[in-house]
């Protein structure tokens, strides 16, 4: 199981960007002379954690993806994500597009409480 701030969110959604990170920033400019300026250091935070589910798996009711999009709708909340037994703090990522995308797993006129979607959600440690 994996939960995010006391919510209960299926344990086989993937972290589709865990390898895709690292953690040393690098920066490369030009002197006036022509000579490469290389900066480097190790970023804090930032780190992404997008978890996946799909049509077929990682499915959420309506109710979980509402309790997600109430906490998503606050600027600046502070969160722990407790995944595969690790605490990681959190916040939103908001600089690529939604926080939250949800998508019903069968398309019904009224969904209700009960009804299932697959979500994405996107995270960033903090």
């Not at 804090?44 to 499915?59: F, H, K, N, V």
């Not at 509402?66 to 407790?82: F, I, P, R, S, W």
Request: aromatic share 8%; hydrophobic share 40%; proline share 4%.
């Amino acid at each position: 199981m994996i939960q995010l701030d006391a919510i209960d969110l299926p344990g086989d959604l993937e972290w589709i960007d865990e390898h895709t990170w690292s953690p040393v920033g690098q920066s490369l400019t030009y002197s006036l002379t022509g000579a490469l300026i290389v900066e480097e250091a190790t970023q804090q935070t930032g780190r992404p954690i997008t978890l996946q589910g799909g049509r077929r798996a990682c499915w959420v009711t309506k109710t979980t993806l509402e309790a997600l999009q109430a906490k998503a709708d606050q600027a600046g909340l502070a969160m722990v994500l407790n995944y595969s037994g690790t605490n990681i703090n959190v916040m939103f990522k908001r600089d690529q597009g939604l926080p939250i995308e949800a998508r019903l797993v069968r398309r019904i006129e009224n969904p209700g409480a009960d009804d299932y979607y697959y979500i994405t959600l996107r995270l960033m440690e903090i």
